[in-house]
């Protein structure tokens, strides 16, 4: 078995197209579509696998759409564990508008899952027969499952002894930390919402980090601040990447790719720096590259000797 598993409860085919411009009722003439895996644990499982990395992915499919998935993930040689759902697995779809630059991105919720569904997912971490060192579960939480999904999640993982990673927002965030954690990968949006007031500040932002590491409920915060760059902090310290002067084709998928380049580099045994800077460097590929591609590991390893990253002064805070 792999070293790092994902879990996606709500994976989709990513759906890409050129268009000369969005205007209503017209209509709008396409180039031929793209399609990509997707989900955020199957685009992390791409990422890590891109990075040499040995990890597998674990998702529900459904219907042709599913099958597609299986068929699109398997190309790229990641291993996949599937279970069946009765549902159609969802499409996102995502427009490149010529004359302006601009995407135009629609996401699905994807449809309901049945209890036994969604408890196959958990079922087939359970029973691996060996164990992994990381579980990474993310991505949005569909119609029909419990919003405390990924809280189960990790105590199936913590069960079988391996860290645990969250990338989710809202309730779902919530309940996983209350489990306690590895690492979180929250937006500085995110971050504000879960805990209930406006981060402005950096200062701000490393502590309410600080706060929910002392409480316990993770070892990690690698939080992402759009164009202000990004952060990651632990007990012992606070490093803070700068953003990169990169030219923005696309922001589909960055996050993502951030991820897989920290975690298939802290699978590896990388010290925190070295891994905050693979991450930095995944998510700047990625914004890099056109629609609903991911990052290249020759673009990763091109761009790492280009990030920037500082000791937080507030560390000892």
């Known amino acids: 078995m792999p070293d790092i598993v994902t879990l996606t409860i709500n994976p989709a085919v990513d759906i890409f197209v050129n268009v000369p411009r969005v205007e209503p009722t017209a ?16 685009n992390v499982a791409r990422v890590v696998h891109r990075l040499g990395g040995d990890v597998a992915a674990i998702y529900p499919t459904g219907g042709a759409i599913g099958q597609l998935l299986h068929r699109l993930i398997e190309r790229e040689g990641i291993d996949s564990i599937v279970t069946p759902s009765h549902v159609e697995t ?27 569904e969604w408890e196959a997912v958990l079922d087939k971490l359970t029973s691996l027969a060996d164990k992994p060192r990381i579980v990474v ?17 990790t105590r199936r993982a ?17 309940a996983a930390l209350a489990e306690g954690v590895t690492l979180i990968k929250p937006n500085q949006n995110e971050l504000s919402e879960f805990v209930g007031r406006q981060l402005e500040t950096e200062s701000d932002c490393v502590a309410a980090c600080r706060a929910l590491i002392k409480s316990g409920r993770t070892k990690l915060v690698a939080l992402t601040l759009g ?7 632990s007990e012992e310290r606070a490093l803070r990447a700068k953003p990169m002067r990169i030219e923005v084709v696309s922001a589909v998928g960055a996050g993502d ?20 800077r693979v991450a930095v460097a995944a998510a700047s590929a990625a914004v890099m590259s056109p629609g609903t591609e991911l990052c290249t590991a020759d673009d990763v390893r091109d761009l790492m000797p280009r990030v920037e990253i500082t000791e937080v002064a507030a560390a000892a805070a």
């Not at 579509?33 to 955020?40: I, L, N, Q, S, V």
């Open 27 to 42: 209509k709008l003439r396409c180039s031929a579509p793209k399609r990509d895996p997707g989900g955020g644990g199957i």
């Open 90 to 116: 969802r499409e996102n779809f995502t427009a490149y508008e010529e004359e302006t630059g601009q995407q135009f991105r629609f996401v699905l919720p994807g449809s309901p899952l049945h209890r036994p």
């Open 137 to 153: 579960a993310s991505g949005s939480v569909p119609p029909g499952v419990p919003e405390d999904i990924y809280a189960e999640m």
């Open 158 to 174: 913590r069960a079988l002894g391996a860290r645990m990673v969250i990338d989710t927002s809202g309730r779902s965030l919530a």
């Open 227 to 233: 164009e202000q760059g990004s952060l990651l902090v």
């Open 257 to 276: 790719s951030f991820l897989g380049g920290l975690v298939a580099a802290l699978a590896k045994g990388e010290a925190l720096d070295r891994a905050f």
